[in-house]
């Protein structure tokens, strides 16, 4: 199974990106999937996570500028950023939690893909 994240780049503030998320490979289902950030010199945290019911949370920091979305036929998972700040600049990581055919769990998280903001 391997996740392609891609979306990221330079943008000034105020402005938007949509970061995706692609996985492939020996799927059988997809489970709770989130997106990660982490900033240089700090841990990584959470950004937003949808449980495999559906359920939805964001980070506080998010203040609804963020919407994260999935598209089960796709195998494709979307973080949706507005009004982007300088201290959302990090790299992005996607993390899906996904059953093989063969009856396999693995959690799996994309390479990263970096956002920066400018002031």
């Known amino acids: 199974v391997q996740l392609q994240a891609s979306g990221g780049g330079l943008v000034q503030a105020g402005g938007s990106l949509r970061l995706s998320c692609a996985a492939s490979g020996n799927i059988f289902s997809i489970l709770d999937t989130g997106w990660y950030r982490q900033a240089p010199g700090t841990a990584r945290e959470l950004v937003a996570l949808?449980?495999?019911?559906?359920?939805?949370s964001y980070a506080d920091f998010v203040n609804e500028r963020f919407t994260i979305s999935r598209d089960k036929a796709k195998n494709t998972l979307y973080l949706q950023m507005h009004s982007l700040k300088p201290e959302d600049t990090a790299t992005y990581y996607c993390?899906?939690?996904?059953?093989?055919?063969?009856?396999?769990?693995?959690?799996?998280w994309g390479q990263g893909t970096l956002v920066t903001v400018s002031s």
């Open positions: 949808i449980t495999a019911g559906g359920s939805i």
């Open positions: 993390n899906l939690e996904i059953t093989t055919n063969d009856v396999k769990f693995y959690s799996v």
